[in-house]
């Protein structure tokens, strides 16, 4: 599975940048099942659910020109590997590949609707995260 959008935003690079590379901040808004985010160093656990089944997300952020989420998830049996890229510029360029027990059922049923719902909310909670953040 490959979903790709482009969100316009009204926040400067370098600002987008850390709150884009914050794991904390990007998961939960583009996944909304993942109800916790533990970060050390590069590497970060979610933990969440997703249609009555509990799942686990462990990954690294690869931050360079671009920002790399690279994941394996589990549930259950079920195992998959994705990649969220991430190019902070105007506009914000995102691209998700997935391979795996819920590629099939997410994408059917909840994949255009999270990234429509994150980019259409971007804007204002960067703002909220630049307040919050005081960057």
Do not use: Q
């Amino acid at each position: 599975m490959k979903k790709s959008v482009e969100v316009s935003t009204s926040h400067d690079t370098p600002s987008l940048y850390t709150v884009l590379s914050d794991p904390s901040f990007v998961l939960p808004r583009l996944f909304p099942p993942i109800k916790e985010v533990k970060i050390d160093g590069n590497s970060f656990d979610a933990n969440g659910r997703f249609m009555l089944m509990g799942f686990h997300m462990h990954g690294n952020v690869i931050r360079g020109e671009e920002i790399i989420y690279a994941f394996h998830l589990s549930a259950g049996g079920g195992k998959g590997d994705g990649r969220l890229t991430v190019r902070v510029g105007s506009p914000v360029h995102l691209t998700f590949e997935y391979e795996g027990w819920m590629e099939r059922t997410s994408e059917i049923a909840f994949m255009d609707r999270w990234f429509r719902d994150f980019a259409e909310k971007l804007d204002e909670e960067v703002r909220m995260e630049r307040i919050r953040r005081r960057i």
